[in-house]
């Protein structure tokens, strides 16, 4: 029985074409609202009871009933933030869901919000804050003056980047839900899966010849659809020429590197790939079912669950279609012949049993012979475990892509994000001749996109573009070989700071293209998206390579070292094999605040903050806050700084308060902010430079500072963030003096109405931003009261000169 409980508004099963900013209305927007609310909920009808929103079907990710949440709330904090909504819908609710997880590895323990210890509201109430947060946004667009065009400097942009974020969590749950075990889901009414063949095997692939040429890409500033801030900017490669797989790589191809040993032989593998391999214990894709019980990547009570077992070879466990309540739906496709799994004769279209020949007779891997039943592998989709559709494309990550494309031959690789604009060919036109030139605009876009199939399709469904390439765009996003980061001229946005920044680490492959289940902007030509290497999307590849004397592709590669928080420093691999034909362009981090992560930034923190004993600045700057605090009559509880470094002032401030919370987004800092908490002493093996003048005292080259004694250090917590989230509760005092080392003052300003107390104050130190910078955004909650300079020291004791003003909130 499908969970119809969940629906707010109507049950849905297709998405739509993105808006037109430019050119759309409130019943526009209205409509492609309420369609992206419906659509994100009614994949949750597929789940069996409200028991299954409460497991984790991947260990690396929150239980299904944040995600059904999440998005809810994010509409709402973007909405607060951009002044459209000025009364929350459920605080609690609103920071429970607020940030999902980015794990930073495979082998990640869980936290307490994954593995169960989490009480997690009861469903009907979560259903609920959906329902009052739809209604609230309904009316908002009714009573909001529309002005065109919508652009990034109007407060619609928060509207729209509710919906495409609900969007892109359309995706994301599709996934999750696909990991479940199938005892827990159901197929929903009207949901249809794709045919298994077009009637003709795809047993070639061959490789196309693309020319070499200047290729430019980015989305451009003034582009009339919403876009995420990855997209902006602009790169140009020349590329040399170069030879692309006709179509994306289907489970037949894959199949013969399965059977040939592919999961067992290290020397096809990156180092990373293969440590992941080993870890998960990997033989075949995540999404294959074989019988032998392999490790599945469910989490907490269902971590022991496999999807490989005997049983799915011989029993069918999809339920019944049904009608859903009073929503006029009609049983859904299904098989065409009354099977389960929706193929047009409900069995498997065959295999290839012949062996892997390179890239002879200009195919990636020959003419496979055979077309047998395989019975040794079947598939799961989003409901169902169907017979193997051979001729639809392999969903794998990167680490198996690669490693696939170095079995096939020394010469073989991935795309480069450079080459895979060079293949959506010359039919989509000048990007300033507007929303025409985007395929997610056309009204026949021919490709497997907005959920017009629950699953991916075969690689020959949709014609080839002009240059003879299939599913450029839509049927499975597509990895390439380079690192996810910036364009050049990339800009953070301030409702939403953290989109994309964080993960321009290095550790973050990027995808193109859109998948069967993109939806809206999605799958525009201009979509960016990046994952973690061992993250499962759906997400497959094609097979590439450089011609011989052509010169190399240029592939981006991020060359600013990342230090995590709790593991250090790892070490970025810039190499690419010799055989490949790509030539490394290292660019660094377009996340500026990655690059205080040395240990030159560190020393000069820790010199700044604790130099002379911490004597100077760290004292000064508390000794400040509290006069302040005194004078203006405030409660001396609880106190939050926006920008703690390593600790210094915090550890000051809770000589006077009870309560100190420090935040900074630099992980060396909070390092070593936590060790001296943990131990009152900090030691650095590298020396701070003898011109310093405000050194810390060192013992044979060793910096050493020490907490003072009067410091109660269980009164302070640290927490890393990237801009003021809900989870900061509101406190008496608010010290933020980091504006001029972030990368995005305005995030951090923004939302400091909400975690002052009524009688608190907030004080800003800044040499950038005065009275007259801040007054915009903060004089519509804060009266100003006061405005001084105030001088600071760098780490080599030189004075800076600052302002400080100091607000309280509008009474």
Request: with cysteine; charged share 20%.
């Amino acid at each position: 029985m499908a969970m119809t409980k969940v629906l707010t508004g109507k049950y849905r099963t297709t998405g739509m074409a993105p808006l037109d900013l430019s050119s759309c209305s409130k019943s526009d927007i209205l409509e492609y609202f309420e369609a992206s609310f419906d659509l994100n909920e009614s994949l949750f009808t597929g789940l069996k009871d409200e028991d299954a929103f409460y497991k984790c079907p991947d260990r690396l990710r929150l239980p299904l009933i944040f995600y059904y949440a999440h998005t809810a709330t994010v509409f709402v904090n973007k909405l607060m933030l951009a002044g459209m909504m000025t009364e929350r819908v459920n605080l609690d609710f609103e920071t429970m869901f607020e940030t999902g997880v980015d794990e930073m590895s495979w082998d990640d323990t869980e936290n307490y919000r994954m593995g169960g210890s989490f009480q997690w509201p009861p469903l009907e109430e979560t259903v609920e804050f959906r329902r009052l947060v739809r209604n609230r946004i309904r009316q908002l667009i009714k009573d909001t003056p529309l002005q065109l065009p919508i652009t990034q400097d109007s407060p619609w942009w928060a509207v729209m980047m509710g919906v495409e974020h609900e969007k892109i969590h359309i995706e994301t749950s599709s996934v999750l839900i696909r990991q479940m075990p199938i005892t827990m889901v159901t197929t929903p009414p009207k949901w249809k899966y794709a045919p298994e063949s077009t009637g003709t095997s795809i047993n070639k692939n061959p490789l196309l010849r693309v020319e070499g040429a200047e290729v430019t890409f980015g989305k451009p500033e003034d582009f009339p659809s919403y876009g995420w801030c990855v997209e902006y900017g602009q790169r140009t490669f020349n590329v040399p020429t170069f030879e692309a797989s006709k179509f994306k790589v289907t489970n037949r191809e894959f199949l013969q590197f399965v059977k040939e040993g592919g999961y067992e032989n290290s020397s096809y593998w990156t180092t990373e790939g293969w440590n992941w391999r080993c870890f998960r214990q990997a033989r075949h894709p995540a999404f294959w079912v074989c019988t032998k019980g392999c490790k599945s990547g469910c989490g907490a009570v269902i971590s022991s669950h496999s999807h490989c077992l005997p049983e799915y070879f011989t029993t069918t466990y999809s339920e019944p279609n049904i009608n859903i309540n009073d929503n006029d739906i009609s049983p859904p496709n299904g098989g065409q012949n009354g099977t389960s799994n929706g193929h047009q004769n409900g069995t498997s279209n065959g295999h290839p049993n012949g062996t892997s020949n390179g890239h002879q007779n200009g195919t990636t891997n020959g003419e496979q012979k055979g077309n047998e039943c395989q019975p040794e592998f079947k598939l799961r989709v989003m409901f169902d475990v169907i017979e193997m559709p051979w001729d639809w494309p392999t969903v794998v990550n990167y680490h198996e892509a690669r490693a696939f494309c170095a079995w096939k031959g020394p010469e073989f690789r991935m795309l480069t994000e450079a080459e895979f604009n060079m293949i959506q060919g010359g039919a989509l036109g000048d990007p300033s001749k507007g929303v025409t030139s985007d395929p997610v605009f056309h009204k026949d876009p021919q490709a497997n996109f907005r959920l017009t199939f629950g699953s991916s399709s075969p690689v020959d469904l949709y014609p080839a573009n002009d240059l003879g390439f299939h599913d450029v765009y839509g049927n499975l996003w597509e990895w390439v070989e380079d690192h996810f980061n910036g364009l050049p001229g990339y800009k953070q946005h301030h409702l939403y700071d953290d989109y994309a920044s964080p993960c321009f680490d290095a550790r973050h492959g990027l995808m193109l293209g859109g998948s069967w289940a993109s939806d809206g902007t999605y799958n525009s030509r201009f979509s960016r998206m990046g994952f973690r290497r061992h993250f499962y999307q759906h997400a497959g590849f094609r097979v590439a390579r450089t011609l011989p004397g052509a010169g190399k592709s240029p592939v981006v590669m991020v060359n600013t070292d990342v230090y995590i928080l709790g593991a250090g420093m790892e070490e970025n691999d810039l190499t690419v094999p010799e055989t490949v034909g790509l030539e490394v362009v290292p660019m660094a981090s377009t996340n500026k605040q990655f690059h205080h992560e040395t240990e030159e930034f560190l020393a000069a923190m820790l010199a700044l903050q604790y130099g002379d004993g911490g004597q100077n600045d760290s004292k000064a700057l508390a000794d400040f806050c509290v006069e302040k605090a005194n004078h203006y009559g405030c409660p001396l509880q609880n106190a939050v700084q926006l920008g703690c470094g390593t600790g210094g002032v915090g550890y000051q401030l809770a000589k006077t308060y009870k309560e100190v919370i420090g935040v900074d987004y630099c992980a060396r800092y909070l390092d070593a902010a936590i060790t001296l908490q943990k131990t009152g002493e900090f030691r650095w093996p590298t020396p701070v430079s003898e011109n310093d003048a405000k050194k810390p005292r060192t013992e044979n080259g060793t910096i050493t500072v020490n907490i003072p004694a009067d410091v109660q250090r269980d009164r302070l917590t640290f927490k890393q963030m990237t801009w003021v989230p809900n989870e900061i509760p509101k406190v008496d005092l608010v010290l933020l003096d980091f504006l001029d080392r972030v990368s995005n003052p305005k995030a951090w300003w923004l939302r400091l109405w909400e975690i002052v107390t009524d009688n608190g104050i907030v004080v800003v130190i800044s040499q950038k931003f005065g009275k007259d910078e801040l007054s915009a955004d903060l004089n519509k909650k804060f009266d100003l009261l006061e405005e001084q300079e105030y001088q600071l020291q760098n780490s080599q004791g030189q004075p800076k000169v600052a302002m400080a003003t100091i607000w309280k909130l509008k009474l």
